[in-house]
């Protein structure tokens, strides 16, 4: 769905071979390295980890996570997921054409301006892997290019059985946008769960999204929107948007299969923003009927919304 919110705010306010058997020895010194991370195998210069592992079950996915677009010099935190293959442990290598990469994540390190894997780390309770790490855009506007490789392993200490697969993703570093920050907890509902609200940044002229997630399966709700946060304790929840100052509220019924609880989720592609001053910034809390919940209610963490 899209929406604009209403005028009434302040506008100021991501090779395989056969080894012959005689040189098998020469196998292990090879794949200590790998484990301890490697670099030049992240789809940058055309090749993976295939180019070592090898197996004939199906490869997993491999999906690299993160903003679309980043102001310049502007932090972004991303990430890469491995899901299926072996479904026991993997490592990664992750490169960019330009800006800088930092390792973040604990099994992670910074090696040759790419990010790598320190060990083989064990799949969650998800059967799943992931790392994240942050990339610093460029100072000058451009379309930069990310590219991502996950191997999924099998922890034997060789290079047979293992399966990687990679990503790819493109990145516009441009000054008009609308981004977003997390700020406050919220309040559960049904089942333990708590809304969650965020945003993905985007083009003032529009294109930008918020998403609500884990409220309750095809229930009621609304947007407030505000000028200024709030930490107000209120009504079985907590309000993070300052009611006090201007304000605004929008409905916004949930998706998901009905009354299951964190069933309920909304991505709204917002409109065209591109008439806002810079540096107006707004304040955003979906509260969720909930018959679960303090005085039937859930409240979402608050995020703000800046716009330059």
Same mark, same amino acid.
């Given at each position: 769905?899209?929406?604009?919110?209403?005028?009434?705010?302040? #506008?100021? @306010?991501?090779?395989?071979?056969?080894? @012959?058997?005689?040189?098998?020895?020469?196998? @292990? $010194?090879?794949?200590?390295?790998?484990?301890? *991370?490697?670099?030049?195998?992240?789809?940058? +210069?055309?090749?993976?980890?295939? %180019?070592?592992? &090898?197996? %004939?079950?199906?490869?997993?996915?491999?999906?690299?996570?993160?903003?679309?677009?980043?102001?310049?010099?502007?932090?972004?935190?991303?990430?890469? =997921?491995? #899901?299926?293959g072996n479904e026991t442990g993997g490592?990664?290598?992750?490169?960019?054409?330009?800006?800088?990469? %930092?390792?973040?994540?604990?099994?992670?390190?910074?090696?040759?301006?790419?990010?790598?894997?320190?060990?083989?780390?064990?799949?969650?309770? +998800? #059967?799943?892997? &992931?790392?994240?790490?942050?990339?610093? @855009?460029?100072?000058?506007? #451009?379309?930069?290019?990310?590219?991502?490789?996950?191997?999924?392993?099998? =922890?034997?200490?060789?290079?047979?059985?293992d399966i990687p697969h990679s990503d790819?993703?493109?990145?516009?570093?441009?000054?008009?946008?609308?981004?977003?920050?997390?700020?406050?907890?919220?309040?559960?509902?049904?089942?333990?769960?708590?809304?969650? =609200?965020?945003?993905?940044?985007? $083009?003032?002229?529009?294109?930008?999204?918020?998403?609500?997630?884990?409220?309750?399966?095809?229930?009621?709700?609304?947007?407030?929107?505000?000028?200024?946060?709030?930490?107000?304790?209120?009504? *079985?929840?907590?309000?993070?948007? /300052?009611?006090?100052?201007?304000?605004?509220?929008?409905?916004?019924?949930? +998706?998901?299969?009905?009354?299951?609880?964190?069933?309920?989720?909304? +991505?709204?592609?917002? *409109?065209? &923003?591109?008439?806002?001053? /810079?540096?107006?910034?707004?304040? =955003?809390?979906?509260?969720?009927?909930?018959?679960?919940?303090?005085?039937?209610?859930?409240?979402?963490?608050?995020?703000?919304?800046?716009?330059?």
């Amino acid at each position: 769905m899209s929406v604009s919110f209403p005028q009434r705010i302040p #506008q100021g @306010a991501i090779r395989g071979g056969v080894l @012959a058997l005689g040189v098998g020895f020469l196998l @292990a $010194p090879s794949v200590a390295a790998r484990e301890n *991370g490697i670099t030049g195998f992240s789809g940058k +210069d055309g090749i993976i980890c295939s %180019a070592c592992h &090898f197996s %004939a079950i199906a490869a997993p996915t491999v999906t690299l996570q993160g903003p679309r677009y980043l102001r310049p010099l502007e932090t972004g935190v991303f990430g890469l =997921l491995i #899901q299926g293959g072996n479904e026991t442990g993997g490592g990664l290598n992750v490169a960019v054409d330009v800006g800088a990469l %930092a390792s973040t994540h604990a099994g992670t390190q910074l090696l040759n301006d790419e990010i790598t894997h320190l060990f083989p780390q064990p799949v969650n309770g +998800d #059967q799943e892997c &992931f790392w994240d790490f942050e990339l610093t @855009a460029p100072a000058t506007p #451009q379309t930069l290019t990310m590219w991502g490789a996950g191997n999924s392993v099998n =922890l034997n200490g060789f290079n047979t059985g293992d399966i990687p697969h990679s990503d790819m993703m493109s990145i516009e570093v441009r000054e008009d946008l609308i981004t977003f920050d997390r700020y406050g907890t919220g309040t559960a509902g049904s089942g333990g769960f708590t809304p969650e =609200l965020v945003g993905s940044n985007g $083009p003032m002229e529009g294109g930008a999204e918020i998403q609500i997630r884990s409220g309750l399966g095809d229930g009621l709700g609304f947007l407030l929107i505000g000028v200024a946060p709030e930490c107000l304790v209120g009504l *079985g929840g907590k309000f993070l948007v /300052d009611l006090s100052q201007s304000f605004v509220f929008q409905f916004l019924p949930l +998706d998901g299969s009905p009354g299951v609880p964190g069933d309920g989720f909304l +991505d709204v592609v917002l *409109g065209d &923003f591109s008439t806002v001053p /810079d540096d107006t910034e707004l304040f =955003l809390q979906y509260l969720a009927a909930d018959p679960m919940a303090p005085r039937g209610r859930s409240f979402s963490n608050g995020t703000s919304m800046l716009f330059r």
